[in-house]
Nanobody, 124 residues
Framework: QVQLVESGGGLVQAGGSLRLSCAASGRTFNRYAMGWFRQAPGKEREFVAAMRWNLEFTSYADSVKGRFTISRDNAKNTVYLQMNSLKPEDTAVYYC?????????????????WGQGTQVTVSS
């Protein structure tokens, strides 16, 4: 059984920063990737950032490049999303996800396990 628990969301003013965390428990071997996705009200879930678990490879949505950074702590089985220069359009529920087989890591429907989500609200 795999469980993902996100934390770190909240309310921040435009231009501010937040750091999201996603702690994984359960199966750790053969993890392929972990990713962050978000869903704003009335919109579909969209890709934010993802990384291969055992390689130095990351991928970002164009809308967050240069502002967001995904990282991991293998020992803590945790992935992070550092979000800087936040904009009101970044407001959404942010979800982390993980997968244990080779996939296109930017595609949400490829992921098998999801967290419950954490709300990020950026005020103007």
């Amino acid at each position: 059984q795999v469980q993902l628990v996100e934390s770190g969301g909240g309310l921040v003013q435009a231009g501010g920063s937040l750091r999201l965390s996603c702690a994984a428990s359960g199966r750790t071997f053969n993890r392929y990737a972990m990713g962050w996705f978000r869903q704003a009200p009335g919109k579909e879930r969209e890709f934010v950032a993802a990384m291969r678990w055992n390689l130095e490879f990351t991928s970002y949505a164009d809308s967050v490049k240069g502002r967001f950074t995904i990282s991991r702590d293998n020992a803590k089985n945790t992935v992070y999303l550092q979000m800087n220069s936040l904009k009101p359009e970044d407001t959404a529920v942010y979800y982390c996800a993980t997968v244990y087989r080779s996939v296109t890591i930017s595609k949400s429907d490829e992921y098998d396990y999801w967290g419950q989500g954490t709300q990020v609200t950026v005020s103007s």
